[in-house]
């Protein structure tokens, strides 16, 4: 049981300081932001969906273990479990959604994905780009693919405009 209320506080503390972070960043990157600086991104619903799962799965988590405590029978420690899962995901939304993002520079790039290294390279390392079915640009340096970019993605149009700026031409899937 008292593994339980670890877990519980150390998530409750993680989601406290990712939503500082999230709020303070959001707030820095809107003022600096124009036609050739700017920053694609994720989405804002995505990130306040993982927050509000997160949330969520902590809340019910911390309703059921008092449900366990007060001796509730119908209550069972696979509750705990699922709604620990579910938090988990919840915060795993988070981060990817935070930590993932282009930054565009005039003609640099860089790119940032989650668990992985950032990578910085200009429009003209850019072989090819190519558009799937689900309007989701695939960009690749050389055979590499360097970074996917939904089409709901915040900037995309200053993206694409940036593309078609720098006279890369985007092959339709077949």
């Known amino acids: 049981m008292i593994q339980y209320i670890v877990y519980?506080?150390?998530?409750?503390?993680?989601?406290?300081?990712?939503?500082?972070?999230?709020?303070?960043?959001?707030?820095?990157?809107?003022?600096?932001?124009?036609?050739?600086?700017?920053?694609?991104?994720?989405?804002?619903?995505?990130?306040?969906?993982g927050i509000a799962m997160f949330a969520m799965g902590m809340i019910l988590f911390i309703i059921f273990f008092i449900f366990i405590l007060r001796g509730v029978p119908s209550a069972t420690t696979g509750h705990l479990g699922v709604f620990l899962i579910f938090a988990l995901i919840g915060l795993y939304v988070i981060l990817w959604s935070d930590a993932w993002h282009i930054k565009v520079n005039g003609e640099k790039l860089e790119v940032r994905r989650f668990l992985r290294r950032t990578q910085r390279l200009t429009f003209s390392e850019i072989d090819r780009v190519k558009m799937t079915k689900k309007f989701q640009l695939v960009l690749y340096r050389g055979k590499t693919r360097v970074a996917v970019v939904d089409l709901l993605t915040d900037n995309r149009s200053r993206f694409d405009a940036s593309l078609e700026k720098h006279g890369i031409r985007i092959e339709k899937s077949a």
């Open 8 to 49: 519980a506080l150390t998530m409750s503390i993680l989601g406290g300081i990712i939503n500082h972070l999230y709020t303070r960043n959001d707030k820095a990157e809107k003022s600096e932001q124009d036609d050739d600086n700017y920053t694609v991104s994720v989405p804002k619903a995505l990130k306040q969906a």
